[in-house]
């Protein structure tokens, strides 16, 4: 198993290697590493178990009691274009500072996987296509680093105002 995860590895690390030595390159055969089997289970096997279940209720340890049957399912029908995504189960969670909450979409275990393959494969690609200043949703960035940039950015002197916005229930309607 650790041989294909190896493979898998591999593979996303070229297409990583590509983009940032060919950056105008336009990447035009991808889908297959969406749907290949070995990349799914390796997207199972990097997936937490302790998550929230989508509004079909499967858990990890469920999907794994016939995990080879569903994962080759799963690739048949991304491969096929049958795969249709769930609708998310929503729910809040307390927001600080506010009696309304912070409204959450949970995906389905099997979306779960699917969403961690397409970032698998696209995240190299466009990694090397964002700003240094872009901070969101980033490997290997996180909210403390974006504040000690931001510190020395003011502190050079370089910034007329700063500009907070809180774009209300923005992600309710974008999908």
């Known amino acids: 198993m650790q041989g294909v995860e190896n493979t898998v590895s591999t593979e996303l690390r070229r297409i990583g290697e ?6 105008r390159l336009v990447f035009t055969s991808l889908y297959h590493h969406i749907y290949d089997v070995d ?3 390796a997207c199972f096997e ?17 999907y794994r009691v016939n995990l080879e049957e569903n994962l080759r399912e799963l690739s048949s029908r991304l491969k ?19 009696a309304k ?33 872009s901070y969101g949703y980033r ?12 510190g020395r950015v003011l502190q050079q002197g370089r910034v007329n105002y700063v500009v907070e916005a809180d774009i209300r229930s923005f992600f309710d309607q974008a999908s």
């Open 18 to 23: 590509k983009a940032r030595s060919e950056p």
């Open 39 to 41: 990349h799914l289970r």
């Open 46 to 62: 990097a997936l937490p178990g302790n998550r929230a279940v989508g509004i079909d209720g499967i858990t990890k340890e469920q």
């Open 80 to 98: 096929n274009m049958g795969y249709r995504p769930q609708p998310k189960r929503r729910t809040s969670i307390p927001k600080p500072g506010s």
């Open 101 to 133: 909450g912070r409204p959450l979409a949970i995906s389905c275990f099997e979306d779960k996987l699917v969403e961690l393959a397409l970032k698998r494969v696209l995240e190299p690609i466009y990694e090397v296509q964002f700003e240094d200043s």
């Open 139 to 150: 490997p290997g960035r996180s909210q403390h680093q974006c504040l000690d940039d931001l």
